[in-house]
T-cell receptor, first 113, second 117 residues
Framework: QQQVKQSPQSLIVQKGGISIINCAYE??????FPWYQQFPGKGPALLIA?????SEKKEGRFTISFNKSAKQFSLHIMDSQPGDSATYFC????????????FGKGTKLSVIP | DTGVSQDPRHKITKRGQNVTFRCDPI?????LYWYRQTLGQGPEFLTY????????KSRLLSDRFSAERPKGSFSTLEIQRTEQGDSAMYLC???????????????FGPGTRLTVL
């Protein structure tokens, strides 16, 4: 049972464009939603995170939008750069009981010049 | 380097052999996690330690897998009688939990890539 569904599986964006990755979750106990960026051969690195009491969070070129009623959240990368080319994972976490992160399957982003 | 470190970075072994991986978390982080990541997938939770106590294990963690964190600092993950299906990236993460039930940020290491021939 996949508890966090992520789309699209892959994304190609031109330099300067906006990259949008979407995630949906099922477990209403989730209360923390981080996004991780992973380059080939490296471990995931935390990019930005949000809690459900906030509808949007922005850090530099990265913005998370959160819709609690729809149980959906998305990552927007503004002014996408070739250096942003990586695999992005959304994740969800419940601090009540289980502390494991549940990850989506990932989105491979390619930013072309 | 003050991040999470893992050793070795790569391990090639033959089916049936035992392997052991080590994880050194960020200093003073009290929680330590092991995840497994296969090609094209997100990391999947294996197990979690709060200090030296192993508090949660996934159903993915068969009896061939064992993890320890003897002094609440570094951790080891051992796989006995490896199978080809064990081939994956094994990731370690650590976090600092300030209170029971608190949400903490998990920081990942570079992983150990295991190939079972």
């Amino acid at each position: 049972q996949q508890q966090v569904k992520q789309s699209p599986q892959s994304l190609i964006v031109q330099k300067g464009g906006i990259s949008i990755i979407n995630c949906a979750y099922e477990n209403t106990a989730f209360d923390y939603f981080p996004w991780y960026q992973q380059f080939p051969g490296k471990g995931p690195a935390l990019l930005i995170a949000i809690r459900p009491d906030v509808s949007e969070k922005k850090e530099g070129r990265f913005t998370i939008s959160f819709n609690k009623s729809a149980k959906q959240f998305s990552l927007h990368i503004m002014d996408s750069q070739p250096g942003d080319s990586a695999t992005y994972f959304c994740a969800a976490y419940s601090g009540a009981g289980s502390y494991q992160l549940t990850f989506g399957k990932g989105t491979k982003l390619s930013v072309i010049p | 380097d003050t991040g999470v470190s893992q050793d070795p970075r790569h391990k090639i072994t033959k089916r049936g052999q035992n392997v052991t991986f080590r994880c050194d978390p960020i200093s003073e982080h009290n929680r330590l996690y092991w995840y497994r990541q296969t090609l094209g997938q997100g990391p999947e939770f294996l197990t979690y330690f709060q200090n030296e106590a192993q508090l949660e294990k996934s159903r993915l963690l068969s009896d061939r897998f064992s993890a320890e964190r003897p002094k609440g600092s570094f951790s080891t993950l051992e796989i006995q009688r490896t199978e080809q299906g064990d081939s994956a990236m094994y990731l370690c993460a650590s976090s600092l939990a300030l209170a029971e039930g608190s949400t903490d940020t998990q920081y990942f290491g570079p992983g150990t890539r295991l190939t079972v021939l």
